[in-house]
Protein backbone atom coordinates (compact mmCIF):
# COMPACT_ATOMS: atom_id res chain seq x y z
CA UNK A 1 0.00 0.00 0.00
CA UNK A 2 1.32 3.70 -0.61
CA UNK A 3 -0.42 6.94 -0.71
CA UNK A 4 -0.41 8.72 -3.82
CA UNK A 5 -2.08 12.26 -4.68
CA UNK A 6 -4.53 11.49 -7.22
CA UNK A 7 -7.05 14.68 -8.82
CA UNK A 8 -4.93 16.71 -5.13
CA UNK A 9 -6.15 14.36 -3.39
CA UNK A 10 -4.18 12.15 -1.25
CA UNK A 11 -5.64 8.17 -1.48
CA UNK A 12 -4.14 4.70 -0.17
CA UNK A 13 -3.61 2.73 -3.55
CA UNK A 14 -2.55 -1.10 -3.67
CA UNK A 15 0.71 -2.11 -5.85
CA UNK A 16 -1.77 -2.34 -8.72
CA UNK A 17 -3.17 1.33 -8.09
CA UNK A 18 -6.56 -0.04 -6.56
CA UNK A 19 -7.97 2.51 -3.89
CA UNK A 20 -7.73 0.55 -0.52
CA UNK A 21 -10.66 2.61 0.97
CA UNK A 22 -14.06 3.31 -1.82
CA UNK A 23 -14.58 6.41 0.48
CA UNK A 24 -11.41 8.02 -0.76
CA UNK A 25 -13.06 8.12 -4.10
CA UNK A 26 -15.19 10.62 -6.22
CA UNK A 27 -15.99 11.66 -9.60
CA UNK A 28 -12.60 13.75 -10.32
CA UNK A 29 -10.49 10.45 -8.68
CA UNK A 30 -12.18 8.57 -11.25
CA UNK A 31 -11.65 10.55 -14.06
CA UNK A 32 -7.75 11.14 -12.74
CA UNK A 33 -7.26 7.58 -12.74
CA UNK A 34 -9.27 6.98 -16.32
CA UNK A 35 -7.47 9.59 -17.95
CA UNK A 36 -3.98 8.05 -16.59
CA UNK A 37 -5.38 4.91 -17.86
CA UNK A 38 -5.83 6.16 -21.55
CA UNK A 39 -9.51 6.73 -21.13
CA UNK A 40 -10.38 10.27 -21.92
CA UNK A 41 -13.25 11.79 -22.10
CA UNK A 42 -15.35 9.23 -19.44
CA UNK A 43 -18.34 8.68 -22.02
CA UNK A 44 -21.48 8.41 -20.57
CA UNK A 45 -21.51 4.56 -21.20
CA UNK A 46 -18.43 4.70 -19.26
CA UNK A 47 -20.55 6.40 -16.04
CA UNK A 48 -22.92 4.01 -16.37
CA UNK A 49 -20.42 0.64 -15.76
CA UNK A 50 -18.08 2.37 -13.56
CA UNK A 51 -21.30 3.26 -11.13
CA UNK A 52 -23.42 -0.20 -11.44
CA UNK A 53 -20.14 -1.70 -10.69
CA UNK A 54 -19.60 0.55 -7.48
CA UNK A 55 -22.95 0.56 -6.58
CA UNK A 56 -22.64 -3.32 -6.59
CA UNK A 57 -19.15 -3.51 -4.60
CA UNK A 58 -21.02 -1.32 -2.16
CA UNK A 59 -23.93 -3.50 -1.70
CA UNK A 60 -22.77 -6.24 -1.73
CA UNK A 61 -19.03 -6.84 -1.04
CA UNK A 62 -17.99 -8.20 -4.70
CA UNK A 63 -16.91 -6.66 -7.80
CA UNK A 64 -19.23 -7.98 -10.71
CA UNK A 65 -17.44 -10.06 -13.42
CA UNK A 66 -17.15 -9.11 -16.63
CA UNK A 67 -20.35 -11.53 -17.29
CA UNK A 68 -22.26 -9.94 -14.98
CA UNK A 69 -21.72 -6.68 -16.13
CA UNK A 70 -22.67 -7.54 -19.36
CA UNK A 71 -25.85 -9.23 -18.04
CA UNK A 72 -27.01 -6.71 -15.80
CA UNK A 73 -24.95 -3.32 -16.50
CA UNK A 74 -27.10 -2.17 -19.38
CA UNK A 75 -23.15 -2.18 -21.60
CA UNK A 76 -23.11 -5.89 -23.77
CA UNK A 77 -19.43 -7.42 -23.37
CA UNK A 78 -17.96 -6.22 -26.34
CA UNK A 79 -19.06 -3.22 -26.06
CA UNK A 80 -17.53 -3.15 -22.14
CA UNK A 81 -14.16 -4.00 -24.41
CA UNK A 82 -14.02 -1.11 -26.58
CA UNK A 83 -14.92 1.25 -23.40
CA UNK A 84 -12.15 -0.52 -21.22
CA UNK A 85 -9.55 -2.38 -23.08
CA UNK A 86 -8.19 -5.30 -22.08
CA UNK A 87 -9.76 -5.95 -18.80
CA UNK A 88 -13.03 -4.09 -18.54
CA UNK A 89 -13.68 -5.42 -15.17
CA UNK A 90 -10.37 -4.90 -13.62
CA UNK A 91 -10.38 -1.15 -15.04
CA UNK A 92 -13.62 -0.45 -14.36
CA UNK A 93 -12.81 -1.49 -10.63
CA UNK A 94 -10.25 0.52 -10.61
CA UNK A 95 -11.87 3.75 -12.13
CA UNK A 96 -14.23 2.88 -9.60
CA UNK A 97 -12.17 3.46 -6.60
CA UNK A 98 -12.62 -0.44 -5.68
CA UNK A 99 -10.37 -3.51 -4.52
CA UNK A 100 -9.46 -5.56 -7.51
CA UNK A 101 -11.61 -8.00 -8.65
CA UNK A 102 -10.47 -11.77 -7.76
CA UNK A 103 -12.17 -15.07 -9.09
CA UNK A 104 -14.32 -16.69 -6.68
CA UNK A 105 -11.88 -18.98 -5.24
CA UNK B 1 -48.37 -29.35 14.14
CA UNK B 2 -45.09 -30.68 12.17
CA UNK B 3 -42.98 -27.75 10.22
CA UNK B 4 -42.73 -28.25 6.53
CA UNK B 5 -38.77 -28.22 5.23
CA UNK B 6 -38.53 -28.28 1.30
CA UNK B 7 -35.40 -29.14 -0.04
CA UNK B 8 -34.99 -28.43 -3.70
CA UNK B 9 -32.13 -30.55 -5.10
CA UNK B 10 -30.33 -33.62 -3.81
CA UNK B 11 -27.26 -33.77 -4.87
CA UNK B 12 -24.07 -32.78 -2.45
CA UNK B 13 -25.60 -30.44 0.05
CA UNK B 14 -29.18 -31.14 -0.70
CA UNK B 15 -28.53 -34.91 0.62
CA UNK B 16 -26.58 -33.50 3.37
CA UNK B 17 -28.85 -31.16 4.48
CA UNK B 18 -31.73 -33.79 4.52
CA UNK B 19 -30.13 -36.48 6.55
CA UNK B 20 -29.01 -34.17 8.85
CA UNK B 21 -32.05 -32.31 9.90
CA UNK B 22 -34.11 -35.77 9.31
CA UNK B 23 -31.47 -36.94 12.45
CA UNK B 24 -32.86 -33.32 14.31
CA UNK B 25 -36.69 -33.54 13.96
CA UNK B 26 -38.91 -36.18 15.15
CA UNK B 27 -41.17 -37.14 12.62
CA UNK B 28 -44.24 -35.21 14.32
CA UNK B 29 -42.19 -31.91 14.54
CA UNK B 30 -41.26 -31.80 11.38
CA UNK B 31 -41.49 -32.89 7.16
CA UNK B 32 -39.15 -33.46 5.06
CA UNK B 33 -39.34 -33.24 1.27
CA UNK B 34 -36.40 -33.11 -1.10
CA UNK B 35 -36.96 -32.31 -4.64
CA UNK B 36 -34.96 -33.25 -7.67
CA UNK B 37 -35.95 -34.13 -11.86
CA UNK B 38 -33.93 -37.04 -11.57
CA UNK B 39 -32.59 -40.34 -9.63
CA UNK B 40 -29.48 -40.32 -10.39
CA UNK B 41 -26.73 -38.67 -8.15
CA UNK B 42 -23.05 -38.23 -10.01
CA UNK B 43 -20.16 -38.66 -7.80
CA UNK B 44 -18.96 -35.11 -9.96
CA UNK B 45 -15.22 -35.71 -8.70
CA UNK B 46 -15.28 -38.64 -10.47
CA UNK B 47 -15.88 -36.55 -13.78
CA UNK B 48 -12.37 -35.92 -14.48
CA UNK B 49 -11.21 -39.23 -14.88
CA UNK B 50 -13.78 -40.92 -17.41
CA UNK B 51 -12.18 -39.16 -19.95
CA UNK B 52 -8.88 -41.37 -18.87
CA UNK B 53 -10.09 -44.00 -18.71
CA UNK B 54 -9.53 -43.99 -15.03
CA UNK B 55 -13.86 -44.60 -13.91
CA UNK B 56 -16.56 -45.39 -15.94
CA UNK B 57 -19.97 -43.30 -16.23
CA UNK B 58 -22.01 -46.64 -14.65
CA UNK B 59 -19.01 -46.31 -11.52
CA UNK B 60 -20.00 -42.63 -10.83
CA UNK B 61 -23.77 -42.58 -10.82
CA UNK B 62 -25.97 -44.23 -7.47
CA UNK B 63 -29.74 -43.62 -7.40
CA UNK B 64 -30.77 -40.34 -5.30
CA UNK B 65 -33.11 -42.17 -2.99
CA UNK B 66 -30.59 -44.36 -1.63
CA UNK B 67 -28.62 -41.97 -0.43
CA UNK B 68 -31.51 -40.48 1.43
CA UNK B 69 -32.05 -42.30 5.26
CA UNK B 70 -35.73 -43.15 6.41
CA UNK B 71 -38.20 -40.24 6.96
CA UNK B 72 -37.67 -38.29 3.57
CA UNK B 73 -40.41 -37.73 1.15
CA UNK B 74 -38.12 -37.66 -2.27
CA UNK B 75 -39.98 -36.10 -5.04
CA UNK B 76 -39.32 -36.81 -8.58
CA UNK B 77 -39.81 -33.80 -10.76
CA UNK B 78 -39.15 -30.40 -12.49
CA UNK B 79 -38.89 -27.32 -10.62
CA UNK B 80 -40.94 -24.88 -12.45
CA UNK B 81 -41.03 -22.13 -9.99
CA UNK B 82 -41.26 -21.08 -6.31
CA UNK B 83 -43.55 -18.15 -4.88
CA UNK B 84 -41.29 -17.17 -2.04
CA UNK B 85 -44.40 -15.09 -0.79
CA UNK B 86 -46.51 -18.04 -0.90
CA UNK B 87 -44.32 -20.18 0.30
CA UNK B 88 -45.00 -22.56 -2.19
CA UNK B 89 -42.70 -24.43 -5.04
CA UNK B 90 -44.75 -25.43 -8.25
CA UNK B 91 -43.69 -28.39 -10.39
CA UNK B 92 -43.92 -28.37 -14.00
CA UNK B 93 -46.44 -30.95 -13.57
CA UNK B 94 -48.50 -28.64 -11.46
CA UNK B 95 -47.66 -30.38 -8.09
CA UNK B 96 -47.63 -27.87 -5.32
CA UNK B 97 -45.40 -28.11 -2.63
CA UNK B 98 -45.69 -26.04 0.71
CA UNK B 99 -42.97 -25.01 3.01
CA UNK B 100 -42.28 -23.34 6.10
CA UNK B 101 -38.37 -23.86 5.59
CA UNK B 102 -37.03 -23.82 2.34
CA UNK B 103 -33.28 -24.85 1.46
CA UNK B 104 -31.95 -23.79 -2.22
CA UNK B 105 -29.57 -26.87 -3.10
CA UNK B 106 -30.08 -27.04 -6.76
CA UNK B 107 -26.45 -26.38 -8.17
CA UNK B 108 -24.89 -24.83 -11.13
CA UNK B 109 -25.71 -25.35 -14.81
CA UNK B 110 -23.74 -25.62 -17.63
CA UNK B 111 -24.64 -22.72 -20.22
CA UNK B 112 -22.69 -23.49 -23.32
CA UNK B 113 -24.69 -22.26 -25.58
CA UNK B 114 -23.85 -18.50 -24.09
CA UNK B 115 -20.62 -18.65 -25.62
CA UNK B 116 -20.80 -17.66 -29.68
CA UNK B 117 -19.66 -20.74 -31.57
CA UNK B 118 -19.24 -23.09 -28.56
CA UNK B 119 -22.16 -25.67 -29.37
CA UNK B 120 -21.86 -24.44 -33.07
CA UNK B 121 -19.63 -26.66 -36.13
CA UNK B 122 -17.24 -29.01 -34.21
CA UNK B 123 -18.85 -29.43 -30.50
CA UNK B 124 -18.30 -32.74 -29.26
CA UNK B 125 -16.40 -34.03 -32.44
CA UNK B 126 -13.38 -31.61 -32.06
CA UNK B 127 -14.98 -29.51 -28.86
CA UNK B 128 -15.55 -31.11 -25.51
CA UNK B 129 -16.37 -30.37 -22.16
CA UNK B 130 -15.67 -32.97 -19.10
CA UNK B 131 -18.05 -30.88 -16.76
CA UNK B 132 -21.21 -33.39 -17.40
CA UNK B 133 -21.18 -37.23 -17.93
CA UNK B 134 -22.15 -37.48 -21.54
CA UNK B 135 -18.99 -34.75 -22.38
CA UNK B 136 -16.91 -36.62 -20.20
CA UNK B 137 -17.51 -39.71 -21.71
CA UNK B 138 -17.56 -38.42 -25.48
CA UNK B 139 -14.20 -37.16 -24.64
CA UNK B 140 -13.32 -40.55 -23.56
CA UNK B 141 -14.17 -41.89 -26.97
CA UNK B 142 -11.58 -38.77 -28.94
CA UNK B 143 -8.59 -38.96 -26.46
CA UNK B 144 -7.52 -42.34 -27.67
CA UNK B 145 -7.97 -41.10 -31.03
CA UNK B 146 -5.95 -37.48 -30.84
CA UNK B 147 -2.34 -38.54 -31.80
CA UNK B 148 -0.63 -34.83 -32.56
CA UNK B 149 -1.74 -31.48 -32.68
CA UNK B 150 -2.66 -28.75 -29.98
CA UNK B 151 -4.84 -29.94 -26.99
CA UNK B 152 -6.59 -26.58 -25.23
CA UNK B 153 -7.78 -26.99 -22.21
CA UNK B 154 -9.95 -23.47 -21.70
CA UNK B 155 -11.53 -21.65 -19.11
CA UNK B 156 -14.41 -19.50 -20.55
CA UNK B 157 -15.31 -17.13 -17.03
CA UNK B 158 -15.41 -17.32 -13.52
CA UNK B 159 -17.50 -19.03 -11.27
CA UNK B 160 -17.28 -22.36 -12.31
CA UNK B 161 -17.81 -25.92 -10.17
CA UNK B 162 -14.06 -27.13 -8.90
CA UNK B 163 -11.63 -24.75 -10.44
CA UNK B 164 -9.14 -26.89 -9.76
CA UNK B 165 -10.52 -29.19 -12.11
CA UNK B 166 -9.26 -27.57 -15.74
CA UNK B 167 -5.77 -27.66 -14.17
CA UNK B 168 -6.39 -30.71 -13.41
CA UNK B 169 -7.41 -32.34 -16.85
CA UNK B 170 -4.42 -30.52 -18.23
CA UNK B 171 -2.01 -32.20 -16.04
CA UNK B 172 -3.80 -35.92 -16.20
CA UNK B 173 -3.51 -34.95 -20.15
CA UNK B 174 0.16 -34.57 -19.87
CA UNK B 175 0.49 -37.97 -18.26
CA UNK B 176 -2.01 -39.77 -20.26
CA UNK B 177 -0.09 -38.89 -23.65
CA UNK B 178 3.20 -39.11 -21.99
CA UNK B 179 1.93 -43.01 -21.22
CA UNK B 180 1.09 -42.97 -24.47
CA UNK B 181 4.04 -42.19 -26.24
CA UNK B 182 2.17 -39.31 -28.07
CA UNK B 183 3.05 -36.63 -25.40
CA UNK B 184 6.21 -34.77 -27.99
CA UNK B 185 4.08 -34.87 -30.84
CA UNK B 186 1.12 -32.68 -28.27
CA UNK B 187 1.16 -29.26 -27.41
CA UNK B 188 -0.83 -28.55 -24.19
CA UNK B 189 -2.46 -25.55 -23.57
CA UNK B 190 -3.78 -23.72 -20.37
CA UNK B 191 -6.29 -20.83 -21.37
CA UNK B 192 -7.58 -18.77 -18.27
CA UNK B 193 -9.33 -15.68 -17.27
CA UNK B 194 -7.56 -15.06 -14.30
CA UNK B 195 -4.18 -13.26 -14.67
CA UNK B 196 -2.15 -16.54 -13.24
CA UNK B 197 -3.04 -20.49 -12.84
CA UNK B 198 -4.99 -19.62 -9.89
CA UNK B 199 -6.57 -16.79 -8.22
CA UNK B 200 -4.39 -17.29 -4.84
CA UNK B 201 -0.89 -16.16 -4.80
CA UNK B 202 1.18 -19.13 -3.06
CA UNK B 203 -1.01 -21.74 -4.90
CA UNK B 204 -0.94 -20.05 -7.70
CA UNK B 205 2.84 -20.31 -7.71
CA UNK B 206 2.86 -23.70 -6.97
CA UNK B 207 0.23 -24.68 -9.68
CA UNK B 208 1.81 -22.20 -12.44
CA UNK B 209 4.74 -24.35 -11.65
CA UNK B 210 3.72 -27.88 -12.09
CA UNK B 211 2.39 -26.59 -15.51
CA UNK B 212 5.65 -25.12 -16.43
CA UNK B 213 7.42 -28.44 -15.58
CA UNK B 214 4.93 -30.38 -17.43
CA UNK B 215 5.39 -28.16 -20.25
CA UNK B 216 2.52 -26.90 -20.31
CA UNK B 217 1.92 -23.84 -21.79
CA UNK B 218 -0.45 -20.81 -19.94
CA UNK B 219 -2.14 -18.53 -21.19
CA UNK B 220 -3.72 -15.81 -18.86
CA UNK B 221 -6.37 -12.95 -18.43
CA UNK B 222 -8.02 -14.48 -21.87
CA UNK B 223 -11.57 -13.78 -22.45
CA UNK B 224 -13.17 -15.95 -24.63
CA UNK B 225 -15.61 -14.33 -26.94
CA UNK B 226 -15.85 -17.19 -29.32
CA UNK B 227 -15.09 -20.49 -30.43
CA UNK B 228 -14.74 -21.31 -33.78
CA UNK B 229 -14.79 -25.02 -33.82
CA UNK B 230 -14.64 -25.33 -37.84
CA UNK B 231 -11.78 -22.68 -37.96
CA UNK B 232 -9.58 -24.70 -34.66
CA UNK B 233 -9.75 -20.92 -32.95
CA UNK B 234 -10.50 -19.19 -29.52
CA UNK B 235 -10.84 -15.52 -30.22
CA UNK B 236 -10.95 -13.40 -26.83
CA UNK B 237 -13.27 -10.04 -26.07
CA UNK B 238 -9.93 -8.31 -27.00
CA UNK B 239 -9.02 -10.01 -30.21
CA UNK B 240 -6.54 -12.37 -29.18
CA UNK B 241 -6.50 -15.77 -31.02
CA UNK B 242 -5.34 -19.48 -29.40
CA UNK B 243 -5.40 -22.36 -31.96
CA UNK B 244 -6.59 -25.79 -31.30
CA UNK B 245 -6.76 -29.02 -32.67
CA UNK B 246 -8.95 -30.65 -29.59
CA UNK B 247 -10.60 -28.21 -27.38
CA UNK B 248 -11.88 -29.31 -23.76
CA UNK B 249 -13.72 -25.57 -22.68
CA UNK B 250 -15.20 -25.49 -19.12
CA UNK B 251 -18.48 -23.48 -20.43
CA UNK B 252 -20.04 -20.63 -18.06
CA UNK B 253 -22.46 -21.55 -15.26
CA UNK B 254 -25.30 -20.04 -14.07
CA UNK B 255 -28.08 -21.43 -11.42
CA UNK B 256 -30.65 -23.77 -12.39
CA UNK B 257 -33.51 -21.93 -14.36
CA UNK B 258 -36.00 -22.09 -12.13
CA UNK B 259 -34.27 -19.77 -10.31
CA UNK B 260 -34.98 -17.06 -13.00
CA UNK B 261 -38.38 -17.85 -13.40
CA UNK B 262 -39.21 -17.41 -9.77
CA UNK B 263 -39.94 -13.37 -8.94
CA UNK B 264 -36.95 -11.89 -6.26
CA UNK B 265 -34.85 -15.44 -5.80
CA UNK B 266 -31.82 -14.73 -7.35
CA UNK B 267 -29.09 -12.74 -9.24
CA UNK B 268 -28.33 -11.69 -12.57
CA UNK B 269 -26.70 -15.19 -13.37
CA UNK B 270 -29.49 -16.96 -11.34
CA UNK B 271 -27.59 -17.83 -8.21
CA UNK B 272 -29.39 -17.16 -4.66
CA UNK B 273 -27.78 -14.80 -2.96
CA UNK B 274 -26.72 -15.44 0.76
CA UNK B 275 -25.63 -14.73 4.09
CA UNK B 276 -22.20 -16.51 4.42
CA UNK B 277 -21.84 -17.21 7.61
CA UNK B 278 -24.91 -18.24 7.96
CA UNK B 279 -26.41 -19.40 4.88
CA UNK B 280 -29.21 -17.89 4.91
CA UNK B 281 -30.92 -16.31 1.63
CA UNK B 282 -31.01 -12.17 1.09
CA UNK B 283 -34.13 -13.21 0.03
CA UNK B 284 -36.84 -14.24 2.61
CA UNK B 285 -35.63 -15.17 6.57
CA UNK B 286 -37.34 -18.75 5.57
CA UNK B 287 -35.23 -19.66 3.02
CA UNK B 288 -31.49 -21.17 2.84
CA UNK B 289 -28.67 -21.53 0.40
CA UNK B 290 -26.37 -24.32 0.68
CA UNK B 291 -23.66 -25.33 -2.18
CA UNK B 292 -23.01 -24.50 -6.42
CA UNK B 293 -26.28 -22.60 -5.91
CA UNK B 294 -25.50 -19.81 -3.75
CA UNK B 295 -24.31 -16.27 -5.02
CA UNK B 296 -21.05 -16.57 -2.51
CA UNK B 297 -17.90 -15.47 -3.03
CA UNK B 298 -16.60 -18.75 -2.19
CA UNK B 299 -16.09 -21.52 -4.66
CA UNK B 300 -18.38 -23.86 -5.86
CA UNK B 301 -17.53 -27.45 -4.74
CA UNK B 302 -18.66 -30.62 -3.07
CA UNK B 303 -16.12 -29.61 -0.22
CA UNK B 304 -18.04 -26.44 0.21
CA UNK B 305 -21.61 -27.76 -0.49
CA UNK B 306 -20.67 -29.94 2.52
CA UNK B 307 -19.28 -27.67 4.91
CA UNK B 308 -22.22 -25.11 4.33
CA UNK B 309 -24.89 -28.12 4.88
CA UNK B 310 -23.50 -28.88 8.52
CA UNK B 311 -23.56 -25.00 9.44
CA UNK B 312 -27.08 -24.33 7.48
CA UNK B 313 -28.48 -27.39 8.90
CA UNK B 314 -27.87 -26.18 12.47
CA UNK B 315 -29.22 -22.60 11.20
CA UNK B 316 -32.46 -24.19 10.27
CA UNK B 317 -33.13 -25.77 12.91
CA UNK B 318 -32.07 -22.64 15.16
CA UNK B 319 -34.51 -20.98 12.62
CA UNK B 320 -37.32 -23.63 13.33
CA UNK B 321 -36.70 -23.34 17.13
CA UNK B 322 -36.92 -19.77 17.67
CA UNK B 323 -33.08 -19.56 18.50
CA UNK B 324 -30.66 -16.58 16.89
CA UNK B 325 -28.58 -18.12 13.71
CA UNK B 326 -24.89 -19.02 14.33
CA UNK B 327 -22.96 -17.00 12.07
CA UNK B 328 -20.54 -19.94 11.51
CA UNK B 329 -18.93 -20.76 8.60
CA UNK B 330 -16.15 -18.92 6.95
CA UNK B 331 -15.52 -19.88 2.89
CA UNK B 332 -13.68 -23.24 4.01
CA UNK B 333 -12.72 -25.31 1.05
CA UNK B 334 -10.51 -28.52 0.37
CA UNK B 335 -9.70 -30.44 -2.32
CA UNK B 336 -7.15 -32.67 -3.80
CA UNK B 337 -5.40 -32.10 -7.11
CA UNK B 338 -4.73 -34.30 -9.14
CA UNK B 339 -1.34 -33.66 -10.63
CA UNK B 340 -1.21 -36.79 -12.91
CA UNK B 341 1.99 -40.15 -12.57
CA UNK B 342 0.24 -41.07 -8.89
CA UNK B 343 0.01 -38.19 -7.08
CA UNK B 344 -1.72 -35.31 -5.66
CA UNK B 345 -1.32 -32.24 -3.93
CA UNK B 346 -4.24 -31.11 -1.31
CA UNK B 347 -4.91 -27.36 -1.02
CA UNK B 348 -6.95 -26.42 2.13
CA UNK B 349 -8.73 -22.87 2.53
CA UNK B 350 -10.98 -20.05 3.58
CA UNK B 351 -11.61 -16.77 2.56
CA UNK B 352 -9.16 -14.94 5.03
CA UNK B 353 -6.59 -17.91 4.41
CA UNK B 354 -5.37 -18.91 1.46
CA UNK B 355 -3.74 -22.57 0.27
CA UNK B 356 -1.15 -22.77 2.28
CA UNK B 357 2.05 -25.47 2.56
CA UNK B 358 1.74 -27.70 5.64
CA UNK B 359 -0.03 -31.02 6.77
CA UNK B 360 -3.49 -32.03 7.11
CA UNK B 361 -5.40 -32.62 8.99
CA UNK B 362 -3.71 -30.68 11.96
CA UNK B 363 0.05 -30.61 12.72
CA UNK B 364 0.52 -34.28 12.77
CA UNK B 365 -2.17 -34.84 9.84
CA UNK B 366 -0.62 -37.43 7.05
CA UNK B 367 -1.23 -35.06 4.50
CA UNK B 368 1.15 -33.11 2.85
CA UNK B 369 -0.57 -29.70 2.15
CA UNK B 370 0.29 -27.84 -1.82
CA UNK B 371 2.64 -30.88 -2.15
CA UNK B 372 2.50 -33.17 -4.85
CA UNK B 373 2.51 -36.74 -2.93
CA UNK B 374 1.06 -40.38 -3.45
CA UNK B 375 -0.61 -40.33 -0.44
CA UNK B 376 -2.65 -37.42 -1.65
CA UNK B 377 -3.64 -39.11 -4.71
CA UNK B 378 -4.72 -42.33 -2.51
CA UNK B 379 -6.46 -39.77 -0.23
CA UNK B 380 -8.44 -38.45 -3.71
CA UNK B 381 -9.26 -42.16 -4.63
CA UNK B 382 -10.10 -43.18 -0.81
CA UNK B 383 -12.47 -39.99 -0.56
CA UNK B 384 -15.13 -41.54 -3.25
CA UNK B 385 -15.94 -43.95 -0.59
CA UNK B 386 -16.38 -41.73 2.32
CA UNK B 387 -18.14 -39.33 0.25
CA UNK B 388 -20.80 -42.24 -0.43
CA UNK B 389 -20.75 -43.66 3.04
CA UNK B 390 -19.61 -40.86 5.37
CA UNK B 391 -20.24 -37.73 3.84
CA UNK B 392 -23.62 -37.76 2.48
CA UNK B 393 -25.60 -39.26 5.30
CA UNK B 394 -24.00 -36.69 7.25
CA UNK B 395 -22.31 -38.22 10.01
CA UNK B 396 -19.24 -36.05 11.10
CA UNK B 397 -15.90 -37.59 9.63
CA UNK B 398 -12.81 -37.32 12.12
CA UNK B 399 -10.30 -34.30 11.95
CA UNK B 400 -12.38 -32.83 9.02
CA UNK B 401 -14.32 -29.74 10.37
CA UNK B 402 -16.62 -27.17 8.24
CA UNK B 403 -14.53 -24.00 9.15
CA UNK B 404 -10.62 -23.77 8.45
CA UNK B 405 -8.31 -25.14 10.95
CA UNK B 406 -5.15 -23.42 11.13
CA UNK B 407 -2.97 -26.14 12.54
CA UNK B 408 -0.22 -27.45 10.51
CA UNK B 409 -0.35 -24.46 8.14
CA UNK B 410 2.84 -22.76 7.44
CA UNK B 411 1.59 -19.47 7.76
CA UNK B 412 3.57 -16.88 5.78
CA UNK B 413 5.58 -13.59 7.74
CA UNK B 414 3.30 -10.58 7.01
CA UNK B 415 4.65 -8.11 4.62
CA UNK B 416 5.34 -4.82 6.49
CA UNK B 417 2.60 -2.24 4.98
CA UNK B 418 3.50 1.83 5.56
CA UNK B 419 0.48 3.29 4.98
CA UNK B 420 1.35 6.94 5.90
CA UNK B 421 4.53 7.29 3.98
CA UNK B 422 5.10 10.26 1.69
CA UNK B 423 3.84 10.00 -2.19
CA UNK B 424 5.32 7.03 -4.09
CA UNK B 425 5.01 5.65 -7.22
CA UNK B 426 2.58 2.55 -7.73
CA UNK B 427 4.51 -0.48 -8.70
Known sequence: MTTQTIAGRDVTVDEEGFLA?????????????ARDAGIDPMTDRHWQVVRYMRDTYLSTGSAPTIRSLGKASGVPVKELYQLFPKGPAKLAARIAGIPKPRGCI | MAQRIAILGAGTGGTVMANRLRRRFAPDEASITIVDRDDSHLYQPGLLFVPFGLATPDGIVRPRHAQLIDGIDHVQGEIDRVDV?????????????GYDVLVVATGAVLLPEETDGLTGPGWKENVFTFYDLEGASALGGALPAFEKGRLVVAVVDQPIKCPVAPLEFAFLADWYFRRNGRRDRIDISYVTPLDAAFTKPVAADALGGLLETKGIELVTEFNTGEVDGRGGR???????????????????????????????LGDELDFVPADLGTLQSKVKPNVFVVGDAAGLPVSKAGSVAHFEAEVCADNVVRHLTGEPLEDAYDGHANCFV????????????????????????????????????????????????MYWHALLPGRSI??????????????????????????EEAG
Request: charged share 20%; aromatic share 6%; proline share 11%.
Open chain 2, 85 to 97: EAQDVTLADGTRI
Open chain 2, 234 to 264: LVSYDEREVGFDLLVVVPVHGGAPYVGRSPG
Open chain 2, 398 to 423: PGITPTLDLAGKRIPAPTTTPTTTPT
Open chain 2, 338 to 385: ETGHGKALLIDFNLETEPLPGRYPGRFGPLPLLAESRLNHLGKLAFER
Open chain 1, 21 to 33: DPAQWDDEVATAI
